[in-house]
């Protein structure tokens, strides 16, 4: 089992910044895919990025290549999404996933974080 818990989501306005924080703990994770997702009221849950755990290789949603920036920190178990130049279009609430697995996918993630809500003011 693998527990995810978000932090650092907020009211911001657009242009500006947010960093999203997941601390993952209860093994070891050595064949493990962090990812992101974000759901917005009224749309489905989308993915935004992923990153394998042991080589850090990453890949990010269309819409936020060149804004976002999934990172890892193996030392604290923990996972970032750095959010730049945000769009009113990010509003959402942010979920924090993990998958038993070293490949990465947009679905079928086996893990979840309790979400955090990202604002952002036009």
């Known amino acids: 089992q693998v527990q995810l818990v978000e932090s650092g989501g907020g009211l911001v306005q657009a242009g500006g910044s947010l960093r999203l924080s997941c601390a993952a703990s209860g093994r070891t994770f050595t064949r493990l895919v962090m990812g992101w997702f974000r759901q917005a009221p009224g749309k489905e849950r989308e993915f935004v990025a992923a990153?394998?755990?042991?080589?850090?290789?990453?890949n990010y949603a269309d819409s936020v290549k060149g804004r976002f920036t999934i990172s890892r920190d193996t030392a604290k178990n923990t996972v970032y999404l750095q959010m730049n130049s945000l769009k009113a279009e990010d509003t959402a609430v942010y979920y924090c996933?993990?998958?038993?697995?070293?490949?990465?996918?947009?679905?079928?993630?086996?893990?979840w974080g309790q979400g955090t809500q990202v604002t952002v003011s036009s």
């Open positions: 996933a993990a998958k038993d697995d070293v490949l990465i996918t947009t679905r079928k993630y086996d893990y």
């Open positions: 990153s394998v755990w042991s080589n850090g290789d990453t």
